[in-house]
C-alpha cells in the first residue's frame, strides 16, 4: 500500500508539474512542444528525485526490517538534497541517451542502500550497470515505453481540432504522469534487484563488497559518504 502511494504521489507532482509548464507553452508545432517539455524536465527529475528517494529508504526498511520511521527517512532525504540534485541532472541528461538512462535508478539506490554520495554514486552505478546487466532489463523497457508514450500524445495532438487546444496541455501532462509511473516501476525493481543481489563496488579499486561495508577490504578506503 505504501509503495502504491509512492507511486501516485510521484504521477501526481509530475501531473501537476506539467499542467504549470505546459499551460504557458506553445503547443502550436510538435517538434516545439517536445522541445520544451526535454526543457522543464529536469525539474521533474528534480521533485521526483526526493519521493524516489524515500521510497528507496522505503524498500531498504523493509528489506532489512530496520526499525527507522517516516521522520528519520525523510530527514536523511531533505539533509542529501545536494546528492538528488547531482543525481537528478546527471538522470535528466542520460535519460535520453537510452542505453545509460538506468544509470539514474541504479544511483539513487547506490545513494539510499550503499550510502554512497556525490560522483560516487553515479561512479558505482556506472560500475553496477555493467556488472550486472539485469538492470538493463528491469529498467529499459519501461523507460522505452514512458519515452514513446509522451512521444506519441505530442504528435497526436496534431489530429485534435483547434477548437480543443485547452486540452493540449491536460493531454500531455497526462502521458508525463504515466511516464513517471512507469519510471516509479523501474526504480523499485532497481532497488529490489540492488538489494538481492547484497554486493555494491568500491569506487577505487573496483572490488566488490557487501552492501553495509564501510571500508573495502580490497584497498582499504572508506565508501560510505
Not at 520511521?69 to 538534497?81: A, D, R
Not at 493531454?171 to 547484497?198: C, D, F, M, P
Amino acid at each position: 500500500m505504501i509503495m502504491f502511494i509512492y507511486t501516485i504521489c510521484a504521477a501526481l507532482v509530475n501531473f501537476a508539474i506539467s499542467m504549470i509548464f505546459l499551460s504557458s507553452a506553445p503547443l502550436s508545432n510538435s517538434f516545439s512542444t517536445f522541445l520544451w517539455i526535454l526543457q522543464f524536465s529536469l525539474v521533474n527529475y528534480g521533485i521526483s528525485s526526493i519521493i524516489f528517494s524515500l521510497k528507496s529508504f522505503y524498500i531498504k526498511k523493509e528489506e532489512y526490517k530496520h526499525e527507522i520511521t517516516f521522520k528519520e527517512i525523510l530527514f536523511k532525504t531533505i539533509s542529501n538534497i545536494h546528492n538528488l540534485a547531482l543525481i537528478s541532472f546527471i538522470g535528466y541528461i542520460l535519460a535520453y541517451t537510452l542505453l545509460f538512462s538506468p544509470t539514474y535508478f541504479v544511483a539513487i539506490a547506490s545513494f539510499t542502500i550503499s550510502g554512497y554520495g556525490g560522483f560516487d554514486t553515479i561512479n558505482e552505478a556506472f560500475k553496477q550497470l555493467f556488472r550486472r546487466r539485469k538492470f538493463f532489463v528491469y529498467t529499459i523497457p519501461y523507460i522505452t515505453a514512458g519515452l514513446l508514450t509522451v512521444a506519441i500524445s505530442v504528435f497526436s495532438l496534431g489530429y485534435i481540432p483547434e477548437t480543443d487546444i485547452l486540452s493540449y496541455p491536460l493531454i500531455l501532462s497526462i502521458a508525463i504522469a504515466v511516464q513517471w509511473i512507469l519510471h516509479s516501476i523501474a526504480l523499485r525493481k532497481t532497488v529490489e534487484e540492488y538489494i538481492s543481489w547484497g554486493l555494491k563496488i568500491c569506487v577505487f579499486c573496483g572490488s566488490q563488497v557487501p552492501i553495509e561495508a564501510r571500508y573495502c577490504g580490497n584497498c582499504g578506503n572508506r565508501l560510505k559518504s
